[in-house]
Protein backbone atom coordinates (compact mmCIF):
# COMPACT_ATOMS: atom_id res chain seq x y z
CA UNK A 1 0.00 0.00 0.00
CA UNK A 2 1.59 3.26 -1.70
CA UNK A 3 0.45 6.08 0.48
CA UNK A 4 2.93 8.65 -1.38
CA UNK A 5 0.56 10.07 -3.51
CA UNK A 6 -2.18 11.39 -1.19
CA UNK A 7 -3.37 14.39 -1.75
CA UNK A 8 -6.48 14.59 0.12
CA UNK A 9 -7.97 13.05 3.04
CA UNK A 10 -12.00 11.92 3.30
CA UNK A 11 -13.75 11.00 6.37
CA UNK A 12 -17.56 10.45 7.87
CA UNK A 13 -18.18 11.50 11.29
CA UNK A 14 -20.02 9.37 13.31
CA UNK A 15 -19.17 5.81 13.55
CA UNK A 16 -15.59 7.30 12.08
CA UNK A 17 -13.70 10.13 13.35
CA UNK A 18 -15.84 10.18 16.48
CA UNK A 19 -15.70 8.06 19.14
CA UNK A 20 -18.88 6.27 20.68
CA UNK A 21 -19.06 9.34 23.05
CA UNK A 22 -19.35 11.81 19.75
CA UNK A 23 -15.74 12.92 20.60
CA UNK A 24 -13.03 14.06 17.94
CA UNK A 25 -9.55 12.87 19.65
CA UNK A 26 -6.63 15.18 20.64
CA UNK A 27 -4.64 12.66 18.61
CA UNK A 28 -6.69 13.98 15.31
CA UNK A 29 -6.16 17.59 15.34
CA UNK A 30 -2.24 17.14 15.95
CA UNK A 31 -2.10 14.88 12.58
CA UNK A 32 -4.37 17.41 10.99
CA UNK A 33 -1.88 20.03 11.65
CA UNK A 34 1.03 17.57 10.47
CA UNK A 35 -1.08 17.17 7.08
CA UNK A 36 -1.64 20.57 6.76
CA UNK A 37 2.08 21.10 6.39
CA UNK A 38 2.09 18.37 3.95
CA UNK A 39 -0.12 20.27 1.89
CA UNK A 40 -2.98 17.53 2.04
CA UNK A 41 -6.73 18.69 2.10
CA UNK A 42 -9.35 17.21 4.47
CA UNK A 43 -12.69 16.42 4.23
CA UNK A 44 -15.31 15.82 6.94
CA UNK A 45 -18.20 14.25 5.11
CA UNK A 46 -21.26 13.64 7.16
CA UNK A 47 -25.18 13.56 7.11
CA UNK A 48 -25.28 15.81 9.67
CA UNK A 49 -25.65 19.59 10.18
CA UNK A 50 -23.25 21.81 8.77
CA UNK A 51 -23.81 23.47 12.13
CA UNK A 52 -23.26 20.39 14.07
CA UNK A 53 -19.93 19.39 11.63
CA UNK A 54 -18.59 22.62 12.84
CA UNK A 55 -19.02 22.60 16.26
CA UNK A 56 -17.48 19.45 16.13
CA UNK A 57 -14.19 20.77 14.64
CA UNK A 58 -14.52 23.90 15.84
CA UNK A 59 -10.67 24.40 15.99
CA UNK A 60 -10.01 23.39 12.08
CA UNK A 61 -13.12 24.12 10.69
CA UNK A 62 -12.10 27.30 8.39
CA UNK A 63 -8.92 24.78 6.87
CA UNK A 64 -11.24 22.11 6.19
CA UNK A 65 -14.18 21.26 3.38
CA UNK A 66 -16.95 20.28 4.50
CA UNK A 67 -19.88 18.05 3.32
CA UNK A 68 -22.56 18.02 5.27
CA UNK A 69 -26.28 16.52 5.12
CA UNK A 70 -24.68 13.74 3.19
CA UNK A 71 -23.64 15.40 0.20
CA UNK A 72 -26.49 18.26 -0.04
CA UNK A 73 -24.55 20.90 1.37
CA UNK A 74 -20.70 21.44 0.83
CA UNK A 75 -18.74 24.76 2.23
CA UNK A 76 -15.39 25.53 2.38
CA UNK A 77 -14.91 28.52 4.75
CA UNK A 78 -17.84 31.01 3.94
CA UNK A 79 -18.09 29.71 0.18
CA UNK A 80 -21.10 27.26 -0.25
CA UNK A 81 -19.64 24.82 -2.74
CA UNK A 82 -22.79 23.16 -3.87
CA UNK A 83 -26.60 23.07 -2.44
CA UNK A 84 -28.69 19.80 -3.77
CA UNK A 85 -32.11 20.44 -2.76
CA UNK A 86 -35.30 18.53 -2.92
CA UNK A 87 -38.55 19.13 -4.87
CA UNK A 88 -41.49 19.86 -2.02
CA UNK A 89 -43.64 17.52 -3.60
CA UNK A 90 -41.06 15.07 -2.87
CA UNK A 91 -41.12 16.28 1.22
CA UNK A 92 -44.60 16.28 1.25
CA UNK A 93 -44.67 12.69 0.38
CA UNK A 94 -41.90 11.41 2.87
CA UNK A 95 -43.33 13.34 5.65
CA UNK A 96 -46.87 11.28 4.86
CA UNK A 97 -44.60 7.96 5.16
CA UNK A 98 -43.24 9.13 8.32
CA UNK A 99 -46.54 9.82 9.54
CA UNK A 100 -48.37 6.50 8.88
CA UNK A 101 -44.79 4.66 9.76
CA UNK A 102 -45.21 4.02 13.63
CA UNK A 103 -42.19 5.08 15.54
CA UNK A 104 -40.57 6.96 12.78
CA UNK A 105 -39.44 10.68 13.48
CA UNK A 106 -38.62 13.00 11.03
CA UNK A 107 -35.94 16.33 10.86
CA UNK A 108 -36.90 18.18 7.86
CA UNK A 109 -33.18 19.93 6.89
CA UNK A 110 -32.79 23.06 5.26
CA UNK A 111 -28.90 24.59 5.02
CA UNK A 112 -29.21 26.53 8.26
CA UNK A 113 -31.42 24.29 10.91
CA UNK A 114 -33.83 21.66 10.89
CA UNK A 115 -37.55 21.31 11.89
CA UNK A 116 -39.14 18.99 13.45
CA UNK A 117 -42.86 18.23 15.26
CA UNK A 118 -42.16 18.04 18.36
CA UNK A 119 -44.48 15.04 18.63
CA UNK A 120 -41.35 13.00 20.86
CA UNK A 121 -39.55 15.02 23.90
CA UNK A 122 -37.04 12.30 23.66
CA UNK A 123 -36.57 12.64 19.95
CA UNK A 124 -36.17 16.25 20.31
CA UNK A 125 -33.63 15.51 23.44
CA UNK A 126 -31.49 12.82 21.03
CA UNK A 127 -31.68 15.78 18.22
CA UNK A 128 -29.50 18.19 20.29
CA UNK A 129 -26.31 15.74 19.66
CA UNK A 130 -27.07 16.12 15.82
CA UNK A 131 -28.03 19.27 15.10
CA UNK A 132 -26.97 22.65 16.92
CA UNK A 133 -30.05 24.22 14.79
CA UNK A 134 -33.54 23.24 15.11
CA UNK A 135 -37.26 24.50 15.87
CA UNK A 136 -39.88 22.66 16.64
CA UNK A 137 -42.99 23.14 14.15
CA UNK A 138 -46.76 22.85 13.93
CA UNK A 139 -46.90 22.13 9.93
CA UNK A 140 -44.73 22.24 7.06
CA UNK A 141 -45.66 26.14 6.04
CA UNK A 142 -43.60 27.38 8.81
CA UNK A 143 -40.25 25.79 7.34
CA UNK A 144 -37.89 28.62 5.77
CA UNK A 145 -35.53 27.74 3.22
CA UNK A 146 -34.93 24.71 0.75
CA UNK A 147 -35.04 21.39 2.20
CA UNK A 148 -32.25 19.73 1.53
CA UNK A 149 -32.79 16.34 3.08
CA UNK A 150 -34.76 14.40 5.64
CA UNK A 151 -33.40 12.19 8.38
CA UNK A 152 -35.73 9.86 9.84
CA UNK A 153 -35.11 8.16 13.39
CA UNK A 154 -36.20 5.26 14.57
CA UNK A 155 -35.57 4.33 17.69
CA UNK A 156 -34.92 0.58 17.88
CA UNK A 157 -34.04 -0.33 13.84
CA UNK A 158 -34.05 2.20 10.94
CA UNK A 159 -33.13 -0.67 8.68
CA UNK A 160 -35.97 -2.79 10.10
CA UNK A 161 -39.40 -0.41 10.43
CA UNK A 162 -38.36 2.66 8.09
CA UNK A 163 -36.12 1.42 5.31
CA UNK A 164 -39.10 -0.89 4.03
CA UNK A 165 -41.89 2.14 4.20
CA UNK A 166 -39.73 4.17 2.00
CA UNK A 167 -37.74 2.01 -0.20
CA UNK A 168 -40.01 2.01 -3.18
CA UNK A 169 -38.72 5.49 -3.81
CA UNK A 170 -35.11 5.02 -4.08
CA UNK A 171 -33.89 5.53 -7.56
CA UNK A 172 -36.58 8.50 -7.76
CA UNK A 173 -34.79 9.89 -4.82
CA UNK A 174 -31.63 8.64 -2.42
CA UNK A 175 -32.91 6.73 -0.23
CA UNK A 176 -29.64 5.80 3.12
CA UNK A 177 -29.83 3.76 5.59
CA UNK A 178 -27.00 6.52 7.42
CA UNK A 179 -26.94 4.82 10.90
CA UNK A 180 -28.54 1.97 13.20
CA UNK A 181 -31.32 4.27 14.16
CA UNK A 182 -31.63 6.68 10.73
CA UNK A 183 -32.82 6.57 7.51
CA UNK A 184 -31.89 9.54 5.11
CA UNK A 185 -33.85 10.55 2.41
CA UNK A 186 -32.66 13.31 -0.43
CA UNK A 187 -32.28 14.47 -4.04
CA UNK A 188 -31.15 11.69 -6.20
CA UNK A 189 -27.76 13.45 -6.52
CA UNK A 190 -27.52 14.22 -3.00
CA UNK A 191 -25.09 11.84 -1.62
CA UNK A 192 -21.49 12.21 -0.69
CA UNK A 193 -19.90 10.59 -3.82
CA UNK A 194 -21.48 13.12 -5.50
CA UNK A 195 -20.60 15.89 -3.66
CA UNK A 196 -16.63 14.28 -3.35
CA UNK A 197 -16.70 13.53 -6.90
CA UNK A 198 -17.09 17.66 -7.25
CA UNK A 199 -14.95 18.68 -4.76
CA UNK A 200 -12.38 15.90 -6.54
CA UNK A 201 -12.93 17.63 -10.40
CA UNK A 202 -12.41 21.44 -8.25
CA UNK A 203 -8.68 19.82 -7.31
CA UNK A 204 -7.91 18.14 -9.93
CA UNK A 205 -7.40 15.08 -8.51
CA UNK A 206 -7.59 11.28 -9.13
CA UNK A 207 -8.76 7.99 -7.12
CA UNK A 208 -5.21 7.29 -6.48
CA UNK A 209 -4.94 10.77 -4.96
CA UNK A 210 -8.15 10.42 -2.20
CA UNK A 211 -7.70 8.43 0.73
CA UNK A 212 -11.62 8.06 2.43
CA UNK A 213 -13.01 6.19 5.82
CA UNK A 214 -16.40 5.28 6.56
CA UNK A 215 -18.71 2.83 8.39
CA UNK A 216 -22.45 3.16 7.25
CA UNK A 217 -23.69 2.84 3.72
CA UNK A 218 -24.41 6.62 3.25
CA UNK A 219 -20.57 6.28 2.57
CA UNK A 220 -20.56 3.69 -0.11
CA UNK A 221 -20.70 6.14 -3.31
CA UNK A 222 -17.73 7.92 -1.76
CA UNK A 223 -16.03 4.98 -1.05
CA UNK A 224 -15.52 3.94 -4.71
CA UNK A 225 -14.57 6.91 -5.86
CA UNK A 226 -10.83 6.31 -4.15
CA UNK A 227 -8.23 3.68 -4.35
CA UNK A 228 -7.60 3.74 -0.74
CA UNK A 229 -11.12 3.08 0.58
CA UNK A 230 -10.91 2.12 4.39
CA UNK A 231 -13.66 0.77 6.42
CA UNK A 232 -13.77 0.94 10.53
CA UNK A 233 -13.53 -2.53 12.06
CA UNK A 234 -17.39 -1.48 13.10
CA UNK A 235 -18.81 -1.07 9.97
CA UNK A 236 -21.81 -1.98 8.31
CA UNK A 237 -21.03 -5.49 6.45
CA UNK A 238 -21.70 -3.52 2.89
CA UNK A 239 -19.09 -1.21 3.78
CA UNK A 240 -16.77 -3.99 4.82
CA UNK A 241 -17.31 -5.94 1.44
CA UNK A 242 -17.08 -2.41 -0.44
CA UNK A 243 -14.18 -0.99 1.30
CA UNK A 244 -10.33 -2.15 -0.40
CA UNK A 245 -9.00 -1.65 2.97
CA UNK A 246 -10.02 -2.04 6.98
CA UNK A 247 -8.58 -0.05 9.68
CA UNK A 248 -9.34 -0.71 13.68
CA UNK A 249 -12.71 0.61 15.18
CA UNK A 250 -13.47 4.22 15.57
CA UNK A 251 -13.24 3.48 19.72
CA UNK A 252 -9.34 2.51 19.00
CA UNK A 253 -8.47 5.07 16.83
CA UNK A 254 -8.97 3.75 13.30
CA UNK A 255 -8.61 6.74 11.59
CA UNK A 256 -5.77 8.49 13.53
CA UNK A 257 -3.70 5.08 12.81
CA UNK A 258 -4.13 4.93 9.34
CA UNK A 259 -3.19 8.73 8.96
CA UNK A 260 0.00 8.19 10.85
CA UNK A 261 0.74 5.35 8.58
CA UNK A 262 -0.10 8.38 5.30
CA UNK A 263 2.56 10.71 7.48
CA UNK A 264 5.37 7.94 7.86
CA UNK A 265 5.18 7.33 3.75
CA UNK A 266 4.81 11.39 3.35
CA UNK A 267 8.58 11.48 5.70
CA UNK A 268 9.73 8.39 3.59
Not at 97 to 114: F, N, S
Not at 214 to 235: R, T, V
Amino acid sequence: MDLSNIKMVVSDMDGTLLNSRHEVSDRFFSLFRALQEKDILFVAASGRQYGSMAAKLDAIKDDIIIIAENGAYVKRRNEVLLTTPMDMKDVDTILKITKDTKGAHAAICTQDRAYVNGSSKDFINLLKEYYSNFDVIQDRGSISGEVLKIAIYHFESSEQYVYPAVRHLDGSLKIKVSGPNWVDVSHNHAHKGFALGKVMHAYNLSADQVMVFGDYNNDLEMMQLSDYSFAMANAHSNILKAAKYRTSSNDNHGVERILEKLLTAKIG
